[in-house]
């Protein structure tokens, strides 16, 4: 491998840069541009330099034919790279093999890298798939398109380890809620979410925070197999039948309520947002009084009253009778939701609206794209990983991409590239903790090491200026 023309080219440009007019508005830049170019033309070189080595060595000359060597393009995550890619045939059974791909563990006519098809995917935990192709990948931009395919594409997931809790609460408190996306096929689709908490972290603050938070989504299971996604998940991390209550809370869907096989002991809270916004609101059109006494008609059992005061407003807005019939229903069918709300217990309002609108909904809900199942199943196990607090590696990129981790370590004879140190004299009056071994690949001619030697003079003297 060749690192003086480099090292040259880095030096060239950097006097060139310095010979032109800098400002503060484009030093850093200038400086950044140049690096960036290094760093591609360091990754090419490599590469180029792995390519040849097994082009020349014996055990390539033993086992196979060289086919033809061509310039391949690919796109990685720091720009994108144009290399020499060899093809061989094997002389026992005639197989084709492209050192290139076991290299960097790539598929045939796989043009992105899989380092940059892992920045692609963590942006895309934190931002919309269109920005993550606008700013994943530096000095590149793909499609948003491109980006959706690497997210379908996703099969595996990553095994979440559940810690045991070290202090047993008295009260959990699990919210759920759905989330609607649209469909590339057409239609909508709704998804269930949900939230496992302890409650407040502290009470006395105005901006009150929840204590151990879990996310929960999925597009393709159905509320009853979240449910026992859940209760594995609580099963895992607390001891169930210590609790003293477990309340859940939700807008009374009939998917939300069907709880009773997991946790039988669960009481239903109906959430306040829809109980008074969204039910009462429509029927009694804002007037305070008349809700207060629909509210008190309903937690003190009185349901046949609260008909007639219904009736009374339905007569006032007869159009609307269909919808306010509705509403009404919808309250009698909660009532012990409703009633709920007063328990003793109960010190946490349901707060899954503003949760679902933060941690999915403005990625889902307001895209103006359709989803396929599979993307927006692999969307929401991104966007789950990240409220849970989870810092995607590459590892486990390998594990969401083909379900465990199908790489090996590279072996490549590095005696020729790194065994010539650096002159720590250079550093002497640095503190120790500074001091570096760098190492410099061995040259190929002895007017390389010339050269070395020349440049290594050269940055002395202006050290010691």
């Known amino acids: 491998m060749k690192i003086i023309p480099l090292i040259d080219e880095i030096y060239n440009k950097f006097c060139n840069v310095f010979q032109k007019s800098l400002t503060p508005l484009n030093i850093e830049s200038n400086i950044r541009d140049v690096g960036d170019n290094f760093t591609i033309k ?64 790539l598929k045939s006519y796989q043009r992105l890298t899989n380092e940059a098809e892992y920045q692609l995917i963590k942006y895309t935990m934190d931002e919309n798939m269109s920005q993550s192709a606008k700013h994943a990948l530096r000095n590149t931009i793909v499609s948003r398109s491109t980006v959706s395919k690497k997210i379908s594409a996703l099969k595996g997931s990553i095994n979440e380890k559940i810690e045991r809790a070290t202090e047993q609460p ?63 998940y609580v099963d895992k991390k607390y001891d169930i039948q210590k609790f003293k209550t477990i309340f859940i809370s939700g807008d009374g869907a009939s998917g939300i309520k069907n709880y009773k096989n997991c946790f039988p002991n669960a009481k239903f809270v109906l959430d306040k947002f829809h109980y008074i916004k969204k039910h009462l609101n429509y029927i009694f059109k804002y007037d305070s009084d008349l809700k207060n006494i629909a509210d008190d008609y309903i937690r003190n059992d009185k349901i ?27 309250i009698i069918k909660n009532v012990e939701g409703i009633k709920n709300q007063k328990d003793e217990n109960y010190k ?7 949760h679902v609108n933060q941690a999915f909904a403005r990625y889902i809900t307001s895209s103006p794209y359709g989803f396929s199942l599979d993307g927006l199943e692999n969307k929401l196990k991104l966007l789950v990983y990240h409220a849970n607090k989870i810092d995607l590696t590459i590892e486990d990129y390998y594990n969401l991409k083909y379900g465990n981790n199908e790489y090996n370590e590279i072996n490549i004879k590095i005696n020729k590239i790194c065994n010539i140190k650096y002159d720590q004299r250079l550093s002497r009056n640095h503190p120790l903790e500074y001091k570096i071994n760098t190492n410099i690949p061995v040259l190929d001619t ?20």
């Open 42 to 105: 360091l990754y090419e070189n490599f590469l180029n330099f792995f390519d040849e080595q097994f082009k020349n060595s014996k055990v390539r000359k033993s086992n196979y034919y060289v086919k033809e060597t061509r310039q391949r393009t690919l796109i990685t995550s720091v720009g994108s790279i144009t290399v020499n890619c060899t093809s061989y045939i094997s002389k026992q059974d005639k197989h084709y093999y492209v050192p290139l791909r076991d290299v960097l563990h």
């Open 170 to 232: 008295d009260i959990l408190y699990i919210e759920m809620d759905e989330i609607h996306a649209n469909l590339q096929k057409g239609g909508n689709k709704i998804c269930p979410c949900a939230i496992v908490h302890e409650g407040y972290k502290e009470d006395f603050v105005k901006r009150k925070v929840l204590k151990n938070i879990h996310y929960f989504a999925s597009a393709k299971l159905t509320y009853e197999q979240l449910w026992e996604v859940i209760f594995d």
């Open 304 to 330: 046949d009253d609260f008909k007639k005061l219904v009736d009374i407003q339905i007569s006032k807005y007869l159009p609307q009778e269909k919808y306010m019939k509705e509403h009404m229903n919808y």
């Open 348 to 354: 946490v309002h349901c707060s899954m609206e503003s």
């Open 446 to 465: 002895p007017e390389e090491n010339n050269r070395l030697r020349e440049l290594l003079a050269i940055r002395q003297e202006v050290y010691m200026i």
